[in-house]
T-cell receptor, first 112, second 115 residues
Framework: GENVEQHPSTLSVQEGDSAVIKCTYS??????FPWYKQELGKGPQLIIDIRSNVGEKKDQRIAVTLNKTAKHFSLHITETQPEDSAVYFCAASGGGTYKYIFGTGTRLKVLA | EAGVAQSPRYKIIEKRQSVAFWCNPI?????LYWYQQILGQGPKLLIQ????????DSQLPKDRFSAERLKGVDSTLKIQPAKLEDSAVYLC?????????????FGEGSRLTVL
């Protein structure tokens, strides 16, 4: 079955710096790669996603890149702000009967 | 638009007791998921419903966990008897599509502590 690995588990950056979180997946049939942000006491919330026919997608300060050959995808947050502090999860899915599998999470701390 | 509703938010029980969690998905969402999130880990899929039918329950510990989605709307997840390792947050999510390639809308979760 699909396996999603996520690194690093914790990440501290100074406010205004960039943050990068990386994920790798095992199943080459996966074709949908979302990123979720989870704040304390809340459920995960989608922040950006990318499909396998696209190599990069950007939404304001957030971008995601996908390398299908290497089977890895990354989340990039630029000009980080204290409110970006949260746990971020990547996920992978192949649609149909494929499970929606989450990574282990990255706790991002943005230091003011 | 109302989000995914879950209750109770918190529950503390002794091991071997039973507990039930309730989820009301976003209106019109055909697909409903139950995930288990152990502290410090990512959500792990327990069961997925498409309307009132089970799509995937391969990771549901069926000797103690059960779930149902009557009439294709609300869902209940039950644990009986509970074990210490069941301590986790139980997240319910729903999606308007049934292809597993779209956004999941999560509730705030039900935190279970088993003593």
């Amino acid at each position: 079955g699909e396996n999603v690995e996520q690194h690093p588990s914790t990440l501290s950056v100074q406010e205004g710096d960039s943050a990068v979180i990386k994920c790798t997946y095992s199943d080459s049939a996966s074709n949908y790669f979302p990123w979720y942000k989870q704040e304390l006491g809340k459920g995960p919330q989608l922040i950006i996603d990318i499909r396998s026919n696209v190599g990069e997608k950007k939404d304001q300060r957030i971008a995601v890149t996908l390398n299908k050959t290497a089977k890895h995808f990354s989340l990039h947050i630029t000009e980080t702000q204290p409110e970006d502090s949260a746990v971020y999860f990547c996920a992978a899915s192949g649609g149909g009967t494929y499970k929606y599998i989450f990574g282990t999470g990255t706790r991002l701390k943005v230091l003011a | 638009e109302a989000g995914v509703a879950q209750s109770p938010r918190y529950k503390i029980i002794e091991k071997r007791q039973s507990v039930a969690f309730w989820c009301n998905p976003i209106s019109g969402h055909a697909t409903l998921y139950w995930y288990q999130q152990i502290l410090g880990q990512g959500p792990k899929l327990l069961i997925q419903f498409q309307n009132n039918g089970v799509v995937d329950d391969s990771q549901l510990p069926k000797d103690r966990f059960s779930a149902e989605r009557l009439k294709g709307v609300d869902s209940t997840l039950k644990i009986q008897p509970a074990k210490l390792e069941d301590s986790a947050v139980y997240l319910c999510a729903s999606s308007p599509v049934g292809t597993n390639t779209g956004e999941l809308f999560f509730g705030e979760g039900s935190r279970l502590t088993v003593l």
